[in-house]
Nanobody, 123 residues
C-alpha cells in the first residue's frame, strides 16, 4: 500500500520560511517522479514543483520565482519543499504527489497523493 505523508506546514508571517517534508512508503522511490501541488479555498489544485526520478530534472511553477526548492533523499524515500520569502498568496494546503514516469503538472495524471499539510501565511 502506497502512502505519502506530508509534514512541516504551519502558520507563519509573510517573509518567513518553511520546510515541507513528504515521506513515501510502498513504492520504489527511484521509479516515480515526485511533485508538490497546492490548493487554496475556492481554487483548483495547482502544480508547485516537481523532480524527475533521477533528480536530473527539476521544474517549478512560474509563481515560485526562485523562492522554493524541491529536493529528494532517495535513501529516506523523502521529498522536501523548502519555501522562502513566503507571501500571503502562498496560503494553501500543500500536497505531495507521485507519478510513474515523468513530472507532470496536471493533477489528473498523478498516481498517488498525500493528504496534505496546511500552510498559512499572515500579512
Amino acid at each position: 500500500q502506497v502512502q505519502l505523508v506530508e509534514s512541516g506546514g504551519g502558520l507563519v508571517q509573510a517573509g518567513a520560511s518553511l520546510m515541507l517534508s513528504c515521506a513515501a512508503s510502498g513504492l520504489t522511490f527511484s521509479n516515480v517522479a515526485m511533485s508538490w501541488f497546492r490548493q487554496s479555498p475556492g481554487k483548483e489544485r495547482e502544480f508547485v514543483a516537481g523532480i524527475t526520478r533521477n533528480g536530473g530534472g527539476i521544474y517549478y511553477a512560474d509563481f515560485v520565482q526562485g523562492r522554493f526548492t524541491i529536493s529528494t533523499v532517495n535513501a529516506k524515500n523523502t521529498v522536501y519543499l523548502e519555501m522562502n520569502s513566503l507571501r500571503p498568496e502562498d496560503t494553501a494546503v500543500y500536497f505531495c504527489a507521485a507519478k510513474f514516469g515523468d513530472v507532470v503538472a496536471v493533477p489528473a495524471s498523478i498516481n498517488y497523493w498525500g493528504k496534505g499539510t496546511l500552510v498559512t501565511v499572515s500579512s
